[in-house]
């Protein structure tokens, strides 16, 4: 093995091996097995975790596997002759290192820890190498996470200028056909936008709400969120979002206009619309639910429209903005978190764009003319 540079991520110290023979050590009927295992991986994920971990799961487990095939290794580690150990996996996760950030390897180190430990054959990992891996991967990549901007009110209310028939534009940017179906699109699209950031919901949440979850209150509404990130165990929570008589912003009203053009239908709230603007049934007659990976585009193209680079922005901007919004406002934090449905102090801190670098901050006057 040639020297790594100073900078380089340096491999933890391997206990002397010999490396597995090659793919004549594995059969065709053997490398058949691997494979049919890999496509249906998140199934070997415990069911504790969300839907959205056993999905990443399986797919990290899919590249571990194809990987190791490449080098004529089990990934499963049932074949003695050439299992794949712990040492396999930090040469796999040093090869991520190239392209890929440092919470998508410690996602893929978690995904094939956990599915090797179901298989009833662990990994042999040994915690303190595995640190000083990772602290040369924070050294040559740097910790720093990557997160998506806060959309704000002011990003809300330009949205509402081009969330008007007559303006509206599909996901590529082409005018739509006016008319009934137009207007059904903006109604919905201003809802998912308004009652996103009101209740901070993620678009998972989003995309999941029935017409029976909501309940319209003299306050304003109720949201019941049957299941979230946070709440495996499907307790479910109420969302409470208020009216603001008047304002051009207000997710209460916006939600009754969609609702005017939804109808009484059951299913989904914020249904999936054809090209036309149509909404689409299943096969049961239920309204189907939007995609969430739209709602993420969604958010993208309208602040395209505004004039603002969408780059940083996604259907988590929602989220953050109602949190750092909360913030700014003098909203105390538990008070926030809460209304989030955060569980940890830590991760709901994270949502708070910036929002604390201002408070008190002296640096506008160290410039000020006199």
């Known amino acids: 093995m040639t020297d790594l540079a100073d900078d380089a991520v340096a491999l933890p110290a391997a206990r002397p091996w010999t490396p597995p023979a090659g793919p004549a050590a594995l059969s065709e009927a053997k490398i058949a097995e691997i ?36 080098f004529g290794l089990d990934p499963t580690g049932e074949n003695p002759e050439a299992a794949a150990d712990e040492r396999w996996l930090v040469m796999h996760l040093t090869a991520l290192s190239e392209k890929r950030s440092l919470s998508t390897i410690l996602l893929r180190r978690a995904a094939v820890v956990a599915i090797r430990k179901r298989l009833k054959r662990p990994l042999q990992l040994d915690d303190a190498e595995f640190e000083a891996f990772l602290k040369g991967l924070r050294r040559t990549k740097g910790a720093r996470p990557t997160r998506k901007a806060a959309l704000l009110e ?9 969330l008007t028939p007559g303006t509206h534009t599909d996901l590529a940017g082409a005018a739509l056909a006016g008319g009934a179906g137009e207007g059904r699109r903006a109604r919905r699209d201003m809802a998912l936008l308004l009652i996103g950031f009101a209740g901070g ?50 997710a209460v009203t916006a939600l009754r206009r969609w609702l005017e053009v939804r109808g009484e239908t059951a299913g989904a709230l914020f249904g999936r619309l054809d090209r036309g603007g149509n909404l689409v049934p299943g096969a049961d007659g239920c309204l189907l639910p939007v995609d969430p990976a739209t709602i993420a585009r969604l958010v993208k193209r309208v602040l395209i429209r505004t004039g603002i680079e969408a780059g940083e922005f996604s259907a988590h901007s929602l989220r953050a903005g109602m949190m750092t919004a909360a913030d700014r406002l003098g909203v105390p934090f538990e008070q926030a978190m809460e209304h989030g449905r955060w569980k940890s102090y830590a991760a709901a801190r ?18 000020q003319s006199e």
């Open 35 to 70: 494979k049919g295992l890999a496509q249906k991986a998140d199934q070997l994920v415990e069911a504790s975790h969300s839907e959205n971990t056993r999905v990443a799961y399986g797919k990290a487990w899919r590249a571990w596997s194809d990987w190791c095939l490449g």
């Open 201 to 250: 919901f993620r678009r998972s949440e989003l995309a999941a709400f029935g017409l029976r979850d909501v309940n319209f209150t003299t306050e304003g509404l109720v949201l019941f969120v049957g299941r979230s990130k946070a709440d495996q165990e499907r307790h479910g929570a109420e969302v409470g979002i208020e009216t603001v008589p008047g304002s051009a912003l207000c």
């Open 154 to 162: 002011p990003n809300l209310r330009a949205a509402s200028l081009v």
């Open 350 to 367: 994270i949502y708070r764009r910036h929002s604390s670098l201002w408070t008190g901050n002296f640096t506008g006057r160290l410039l």
